[in-house]
């Protein structure tokens, strides 16, 4: 009861501190904004690092393709905390055989908040990912 109790406590802490932080419906836009961006790298992150694997590529072998230390390149694709530069992002792509194709148009329209009460898990409205990528092409 102790722990179901303390997790309560938690949520209305942050709660509390979303309210007390950003006090105007612009700035907790714009937490859910960075949130969302937040969400929609580590996925692109995430998704490489599926696509490295399938590709039988390991962390050392693009990491010398692009001049970097292995442990960079491992930060990088777990998507933790990443927050790769275009250049960078250009970069990893190369360095895995991959090319991208970057699509700019507008933002879907924003979802009425009567039907949902917090942040959608999802970044359609930031960033649509979509991967046809073979697996390690044999020579």
Known sequence: MTETRHKTTSARSFGQFVAEEFSTAEERQGLVSDVETTIAVAHLMGMLEQIRAKRELS???????????????????SGDQANPTVRTLIELLQAMGLRATLVIEPAAAPRSRRKESRPSPKFGNVLSIKARIPARATA
């Open 59 to 77: 962390k050392a072998q693009i990491a010398r393709r692009m001049n970097r230390h292995a442990p960079a390149i491992a930060r990088l694709l």
